[in-house]
């Protein structure tokens, strides 16, 4: 199989797998993967680190959390009409500056689609 015709499955699995997240996903292991995230943000509500809170992240349009002061590309990037909806976090979190270039996380992304799905269902749960 050609490369680009497994990065076009690989796209269309991954495409699937986003609409099932609050199905497929766990969130107990996604408590262990936000380990990875607290160094520089809390799951505490108006808790402000290094980044924003991601308590009620889900939901929110990027770079609008009062009092935290993003990025131009963050803002730009919620200003363009962009929702933290759990499939545009799964696709962020890839790699956080291929989909917001030039924004101020400094963090190379999750490899492993696994993790990244489970971690926008512990950010889900938080404000359940
Ligand atoms: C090295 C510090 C650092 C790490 C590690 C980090 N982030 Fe961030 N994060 C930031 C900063 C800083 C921002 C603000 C970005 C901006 O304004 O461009 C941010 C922004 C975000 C946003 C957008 C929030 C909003 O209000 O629009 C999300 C979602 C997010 N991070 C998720 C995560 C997750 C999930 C992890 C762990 C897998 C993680 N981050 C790891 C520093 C970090």
């Known amino acids: 199989m050609s490369r680009t015709i497994k ?11 986003g609409a099932n997240v ?6 107990t292991a996604g408590a262990a993967v936000f380990k990875k995230c607290k160094v520089c943000h809390s799951a505490v509500e108006g808790q402000k ?13 990027p770079g ?7 990025s131009p590309a963050m803002t730009g990037f919620g200003a363009g009409g962009a ?16 989909l917001v270039p030039k924004t101020k996380m400094i963090f190379p992304g999750l490899s492993d689609e ?7 269902a512990y950010l889900d749960s938080l404000d359940d």
Not at 64 to 70: D, I, P, S
């Open 49 to 61: 680190k290094v980044g924003p809170s991601l308590y009620g992240v889900v939901g929110r349009t």
């Open 114 to 120: 696994a993790d990244r799905l489970n971690v926008v």
């Open 7 to 17: 990065m076009i499955i690989g796209g269309a699995v991954a495409l699937t797998a």
């Open 64 to 70: 609008t959390l009062a009092g935290f002061n993003y």
């Open 22 to 27: 609050a199905l497929a996903s766990d969130v």
């Open 83 to 98: 929702v933290w909806d759990a499939a545009t976090l799964a696709e962020y979190l890839i790699a956080p500056r291929t």
